[in-house]
């Protein structure tokens, strides 16, 4: 089980204007150096607890934080501790915590920061009293509630993939136990049941790429060049009586401007504009680059092209939209000379709006969310990322590797899909070997 | 007649051995009572030391000093290591013992132990004042005046013996019950049940057929048990393989509700780990055969053991189920299949010192803590002498934790999760199993037997020469070779070669390769110890794996070392659920790891505690 844990200190769901990431562990420290870098202070020679001011650069963004590194035993958890400060904002702290999981840190269970903390000796008398009221909301209690909330389409494919793990388990034990009495080989069998483990679990995953859209609601960036109605776009969306309004909490970077829900699917409408009243060139530079960082975030691009602009101006923010799922919407058509390809909407009017969104939703729906039910927990994801990927680790050791080395992977893996279901399944396995196999004397 | 001992050993079996010598071995006036001397060390069941799992125990229960191994290894008249097809943590030993043999060594080993002394006899009551133990008395009506008492009664509490519909109140073989002690147990308020085993039958050796059989011969290379065992093993029994068949099945089907198990004479729980062969015809019906070894209880001994044929049907359906089977047409019983009742204690009154809750100064081993098997008894024999012996010298109780034995998985299991069948113990229950292995017990746990008082100088020197060698040979692994030096061995192997030269100790890592490929690359690797060589070899294969379980070992560590122990008050603690406060009540986990594996505790309920815990502290 991977030791290095990262969890968001801060809440969430709060509106804040900072947020800290926090990851515990040996390998917090080369972690966090991967991802962070400082211009003024080349990570290997920083201080321990100073604070560096630099960028975190992930595969898609660059934003720039804070960061401070707490060695062991100096540290909230006793062990060496990082803490990524950065700005406010779901979509911003959620990347960056996304990309130090892909750097090789797990989401912390509920409580873990605080129980190593323990462990190590490090909680004191005040956090002790603070904590034990999180805890009886959260950790239990999120557990089970987190799992509860699932569909019955993915419990069910949990459960599969659980009982798959017992059975291979059970079959190769039973070997190793009764290594006379059972005559019959096992091992060939166990293999198609981990490989059948594997693809229940792989097809989970998959089903989770939807996860965010449900949860967090379906990211939306509006682009255009300047001044091709953006803003006057989104007041249009908005202004429709149709859904609920909500700010969304704690962006303080204008990336996140308003959501809508439509359909019972909340739409947050990263807005692009705020930035027309610095010079022009500056503006274009600018643009392009926030434009560029909306897109590349956003789950659907609704590129609004300006009717009464020439083409070519348009041609570099065209080229963003590329791999992206995206609608043309083209504005100003009733003025303008040019003739383009998309949705021809009017902004100001809010005319053909309507069939905009309703574009923009189908590109969402073809994901086939609403059938398959989708993992919408970022712990459930990741255990079962784990999960399948101890899997992978037994069957590719499978010919090379005795019996009860196989077995440590598949019981870890169970062990991950055990931190969603609050399961363990060690007796199961010795229930299963004798309900199977005729064995003992 | 000295009337004052330091602790009473109740029952000479496996338990009662182990915990009677550790006592006695650390200067401890100890006092073993036996139904029977003739009953020392009796092995009532199959007549083998060790197996899966169980050949671990006997190795701890040695790397301890217990006595159990030794003993086994003179006795021995054939000897196999099992699973030699899987890797090192799961080679287990199995040895055929004479029965006889062991019993008469065992006897003479308690009878000239100082400090020892042996009494046949019944104990009939544990006297106590209040909840501590002051004595016990005797069938006679002798009191003899203890501070601690081990109870170790096997299968002797007002056991009943079923053979078909006849049933007799009786220990196993003749041997008589204890009448009077359960009800003494029950009166002081421990939990006492009913559980079940049995054993088949007996034949003699002229009368079988064993040409028509498979042989099973021992093993070439021996390991002994014991690290004490200089002299070699006896290895020349054979075994014998036979099978049932349809013919077999359709007289126990035919016969069924005469079995005692479906017929509800037999209502008491027994072991899906030694299933009699009338369960495995009911529960496996598709199975055409199950396998048959016929095993000599003993050298010079002419009753064989059919190993696979429990059974506690009538005697005239054993008669006619046995001469079904191939060789054993005209085999002569010897001794009939019979199932046993016994009283037993439920197991989760017990702490992991196994000192029963709420008492003073009593103890309880083997099979009257709801076990079954010999090895699983004299491992909890021994721990129970130990905890006995350091309460009586009032030092800090002497607990295993899982990944430091199996002895330590086994009691941790049975008083932390309980157990509703005669419990086994079985590889798979030890979740460090790589690290938990039968060849190095004695890396694992001497250093441990001797802070005990129970390894002698030379045991210990004899150990310490051996690490020492060891750390020696693991320097030498560092040793280096070119590509053009491991050339001829790597591609005999078709294994790709390095670039720029490998350590011995990548060698080994390789899957593909081994200490054989290695003794060919260098020669000096061939005047090594092997058995250090090849178990160096297994620690560098298992690395990656052992590395995956470390951070919930050292979890498990720490928590450990966070204590709650029998008077920890839950009603205290703040927003504990109802369940886990009646959970955590009951067994009285005696810290934060042995809480957090109790079924019904979760780890929200853990994280409460440990903010308790840090409350508390300040």
Same mark, same amino acid.
């Given at each position: ?218 990211? *939306? ?100 939209? &590329? ?30 709006? &309507? ?87 | ?113 100082? +400090? ?15 909840? +501590? ?154 199975? &055409? ?30 008669? +006619? ?85 199996? *002895? ?58 051996? +690490? ?53 690359? &260098? ?96």
């Amino acid at each position: 089980m991977n030791n290095t844990i990262v969890g968001v200190a801060t809440c969430l769901g709060a509106p804040s204007g900072i947020n800290i990431i926090r990851i515990s562990g040996e390998d917090s420290f080369p972690i966090v150096k991967s991802v962070f870098y400082s211009k003024a202070t080349a990570t290997d020679i920083w201080e321990y607890n100073k604070m560096y001011l630099g960028t975190v650069t992930g595969e898609d963004f660059k934003e720039r934080a804070f960061c401070v590194l707490y060695k062991a035993p100096k540290s909230y958890t006793g062990e060496d501790v990082a803490e990524i400060h950065c700005h406010g904002g779901s979509g911003v702290t959620k990347a960056i915590f996304n990309l130090l999981i892909n750097k090789g840190a797990r989401p912390s269970e509920a409580g873990e920061f605080t129980k190593r903390a323990f462990l190590n000796g490090k909680l004191t008398l005040s956090e002790a009293e603070g904590v034990a009221d999180m805890i009886n909301a959260e950790t239990a209690g999120q557990v089970r509630n987190a799992y509860k909330l699932m569909s019955g389409e993915l419990t069910k494919g949990i459960e599969e993939t659980e009982l798959a793990l017992i059975e291979a388990a059970a079959m190769l034990e039973a070997k190793l136990d009764y290594p006379e009495e059972l005559e019959e080989e096992t091992k060939p069998a166990a293999y198609k049941v981990l490989v059948k483990a594997k693809a229940i679990c792989d097809e989970l995953i998959r089903s989770s790429a939807g996860t965010k859209i449900l949860k967090n609601g379906a990211d *939306i960036a509006i682009v255009g060049i300047p001044n091709a109605g953006k803003s006057t776009l989104l007041n249009a969306i908005l202004k429709e009586d149709r859904a609920i309004v909500t700010p969304i909490a704690g962006t303080t970077r204008d990336v996140i401007k308003e959501s809508v829900e439509i359909k019972g699917i909340k739409l947050n409408f990263l807005d692009t504009a705020g930035i027309r009243d610095s010079g022009y060139d500056e503006i274009e530079k600018i643009g392009i680059e926030k434009s560029r960082t909306a897109v590349k975030t956003a789950d659907v691009v609704i590129f609004l092209s300006d009717a009464t602009v020439d083409g070519e101006k348009e041609k570099d923010l065209l080229s963003l939209l &590329d791999g992206k799922k995206s609608v043309i919407a083209v504005n100003k058509s009733d003025i303008g000379k040019y003739e383009k390809d998309g949705i021809k909407i009017c902004a100001k009017t809010g005319e053909n709006v &309507d069939k905009l969104l309703e574009k923009v939703i189908g590109l969402l729906d073809n994901d086939g969310m609403y059938e398959k039910g989708i993992i919408t927990n970022e712990r459930h994801i990741a255990a079962l990322k784990e999960c399948v990927g101890l899997i992978n680790d037994a069957i590719a050791a499978y010919e090379i590797m005795p019996s009860e080395c196989i077995a440590v992977d598949i019981y870890a893996a169970s062990s991950a899909l055990g931190r969603i279901t609050g399961k363990s399944v060690g007796d199961d396995v010795i229930d299963e070997i004798f309900s199977r196999f005729c064995v003992g004397k | 007649m000295i009337k004052e001992f330091d602790a009473v050993v109740i029952g000479g079996g496996h338990a009662g051995i182990e915990a009677a010598l550790s006592l006695a071995r650390t200067g401890h006036e100890t006092l073993i009572v036996t139904l029977t001397l003739n009953a020392i060390g009796f092995m009532p069941c199959n007549p083998n030391v060790g197996g899966t799992a169980k050949g671990h125990i006997v190795k701890e229960i040695d790397a301890l000093g217990g006595e159990m191994g030794r003993i086994a290894d003179m006795a021995t008249i054939q000897t196999r290591m099992l699973n030699l097809g899987n890797g090192a943590a799961v080679h287990s030993l199995r040895n055929q013992v004479d029965k006889d043999r062991y019993h008469a060594l065992m006897k003479e080993v308690l009878i000239k132990q100082d +400090k020892l002394h042996v009494l046949e006899g019944e104990i009939e009551e544990v006297l106590f004042d209040g909840k +501590k133990v002051v004595g016990v008395k005797t069938m006679l009506g002798d009191i003899y005046r203890t501070r601690a008492v081990v109870l170790c009664t096997g299968v002797y509490l007002k056991s009943r013996i079923i053979i078909g519909d006849y049933t007799k109140d009786s220990g196993p073989q003749g041997y008589s019950r204890a009448e009077k002690l359960s009800d003494c147990l029950i009166n002081a308020g421990l939990p006492v049940r009913r559980f079940k085993t049995g054993t088949p039958m007996r034949v003699k050796r002229q009368t079988v057929d064993f040409g028509v059989m498979v042989p099973q011969y021992g093993d070439e290379n021996i390991y002994p048990f014991s690290e004490f065992t200089e002299k070699k093993v006896e290895n020349d029994a054979v075994c014998y393989l036979t099978y049932t068949n349809p013919e077999t099945h359709k007289i126990i089907l035919d016969n069924i509700d005469r079995s005692p198990l479906y017929n509800g004479i037999i209502t008491s729980v027994g072991p899906r780990y030694c299933p009699s062969i009338e369960t495995k015809i009911v529960r496996f019906k598709d199975k &055409d055969r199950h396998q048959i070894f016929i095993e000599p209880e003993g050298k010079d001994n002419d009753e064989m053991y059919v190993q696979g044929l429990s059974t506690s049907l009538p005697f005239d359906v054993q008669e +006619k189920m046995l001469h079904s089977i191939k060789g054993l047409e005209k085999a002569e019983i010897l001794r009939y299949g019979y199932a046993i009742e016994y009283d037993c204690l439920n197991c989760e009154c017990l702490l992991p010192t196994l000192a029963v809750k709420n008492f003073v100064g009593l103890y309880s081993a083997g099979q009257i803590n709801g076990s079954s098997g010999y090895e699983e008894a004299a491992g909890q024999g021994l721990i129970a002498g130990i905890n006995c012996g350091l309460f009586l010298d009032n030092k800090e109780p002497f607990v295993l934790r899982r990944d430091e034995a199996y *002895i330590g998985v086994l009691i941790d299991d049975l008083c932390t999760k309980g157990t509703e069948e005669p419990y086994r113990m079985m590889t798979s229950r030890a979740e460090y199993r790589l690290l938990l292995r039968q060849d190095n017990a004695d890396f694992r746990l001497t250093e441990k037997g001797r802070e005990l008082g129970l390894v002698d100088d030379e045991r210990y020197e004899k150990f310490l020469a051996k +690490k020492r060698e060891k750390e020696t040979l693991d320097k030498e692994l560092e040793r280096r070779y070119s590509p053009e030096k491991c050339k001829d061995a790597f591609e005999k192997m078709n294994e790709p070669l390095p670039k720029s030269g490998i350590s011995a100790r990548e060698i080994l890592r390789r899957s593909t390769l081994n200490c054989d490929v290695l003794k060919e690359i &260098d020669e000096y690797f061939t005047t090594v110890n092997q058995f250090l060589l090849s178990q160096l070899e297994t620690e560098i294969k298992y690395e990656g794996y052992i590395k995956k379980q470390e951070q919930s070992i050292k979890e498990m560590r720490k928590m450990e070392e966070r204590i709650l122990g029998e008077n920890f008050n839950y009603d205290e603690v703040d927003g504990l659920r109802l369940e886990a406060r009646q959970k955590l009540s009951e067994t009285k986990p005696l810290n934060l790891s042995q809480a957090s594996r109790i079924s019904g505790v979760n780890p929200a309920d853990i994280v409460v505690l440990m903010v308790h815990l840090q409350k508390k502290g300040k």
